[in-house]
């Protein structure tokens, strides 16, 4: 039952000196092989972005292959709010990848992030997101979530934090490790909202299930872990992420 909580949970961001070398670094041979003068716009304008400044040190393939995908959408009859939910998506991919091994203050920053988040659509009204931290992009709707402009800087700021402090050979915690400080956070979900609406974060692309209530539930346990003394909060949310 633990490792199943683990991952419907799962499913609710070098060096510090790059900002001004990496700017003028050359891109690879297929970045610079831009197709149009939009491309090339785009190109430039992320390059001056610090956390894509980061990404391209880290991952120049990953850093392609998103001006790959613009280049792809960009000729669409798509908005650019379709393009950059795109773009984010595949963002969001890569970084939870490498949460569970980046410092305790990228992870933590990752949580904070997904709780404000949830706050944000409810506070304009809009249903939640249950892909959290960047919505899944539909090229035939644009029904979204709207971020704020804070929202996504905040986004990119833990992007940069969690690839520059990603560690491949991070050890993972194990559920003895971190099972004693979540026990009473699940144990308060099931006061809270039941049983079985607690299990509901499991099947949480059902479209028959409560969304709101599900992201409520997911919002509850992100607070409830942020509530734990640093560390503790780090490794348990590092489990619960975790592959």
């Known amino acids: 039952e633990c490792e199943s909580l683990r991952h419907s949970a799962a499913k609710v961001d070098i060096d510090d000196d790059i900002a001004s070398t990496d700017a003028a670094t050359a891109l ?37 292959g998103l001006v790959n995908t613009y280049e792809k959408l960009v000729g669409q009859s798509l908005s650019d709010k379709q393009v950059n939910d795109a773009l984010r998506a595949k963002q969001a991919i890569l970084m939870g990848q490498l949460l569970p091994r980046a410092s305790d203050d990228a992870i933590i920053s990752y949580a904070e992030l997904i709780v404000d988040q949830l706050d944000e659509f409810q506070l304009y009204g809009t249903e939640p997101c249950l892909k959290l931290l960047v919505p899944p992009s539909d090229p035939d709707t644009d029904t979204s979530p709207i971020y704020s402009e804070k929202t996504k800087e905040r986004e990119l700021e833990t992007l940069d934090i969690i690839l520059r ?3 491949a050979d991070k050890r993972l915690p194990a559920q003895e490790d971190v099972w004693p400080d979540l026990d009473p956070i699940f144990a ?56």
């Open 28 to 64: 690879s041979p297929a970045t610079r092989a831009d197709s149009s003068p939009v491309v090339a716009q785009f190109v430039q304008s992320i390059s001056n972005v610090r956390a894509y400044q980061t990404l391209r040190k880290f991952d120049p393939v990953f850093f392609d």
């Open 165 to 167: 402090t990603y560690n």
């Open 188 to 243: 308060g979900l099931f006061d809270a909202f039941g049983a079985d609406n607690v299990a509901a974060m499991e099947n949480s692309y059902d479209p028959r299930i409560d969304r709101v209530l599900v992201c409520n539930v997911s919002r509850a346990l992100y607070s409830g872990v942020l509530g734990l003394p640093k560390r503790k909060a780090a490794n348990a949310l590092r489990w619960l992420l975790a592959p």
